[in-house]
């Protein structure tokens, strides 16, 4: 994957159920690992991030990450979006997506960037949380060219 990041289908699953927050960090978590993105070490890093620092953001979306010290286990920037239209209880919030993030630099910065144009936007976070196609996520979440 290039260094600017350029999310990909494989990266993107819809329609997803989670019994609670540790089973949706565990499914990104394995998605970042199916996708060659992280060593398997790296989930747990995930949840210790969850347990200091919560990675909710607003409009439904939470953004799992490892912590600084776990970036050593990142083989390659990548961003694994899963979609839970019945949502999970993210501590006392509803998430709708969960974005996990491997990088072990600033090149998912250009990804954050626009998802906090998504954010910022109801209508498209909304479009977001109910998105019935690949495609429309990948439209949304594209980094902004210019």
Known sequence: MPTDLTLTAESV?????????A?????????LVELGAVEPGYVTAM????????TF???GVAIPHGTDASRAL????????????????????????????AASGDEHLQV??????????????ARLRSAAGVDEVLELLAPATG
């Open 13 to 21: 699953r819809l329609g997803g159920a989670a019994r609670d927050r």
């Open 112 to 125: 954050l960037s626009s998802l906090a144009g998504v954010l910022t936007d109801p209508e498209r976070a």
């Open 57 to 59: 953001v607003g409009e």
């Open 74 to 101: 990142v083989k390659r920037t990548a961003l694994a979006v899963i979609q839970f239209p019945e949502g999970v209880d993210w501590g006392g919030q509803t998430v709708h997506v969960a974005i996990g993030i």
């Open 23 to 31: 089973d949706a960090i565990d499914q990104c978590g394995a998605l």
């Open 47 to 54: 949840h210790e991030r969850e347990a200091s620092i919560p």
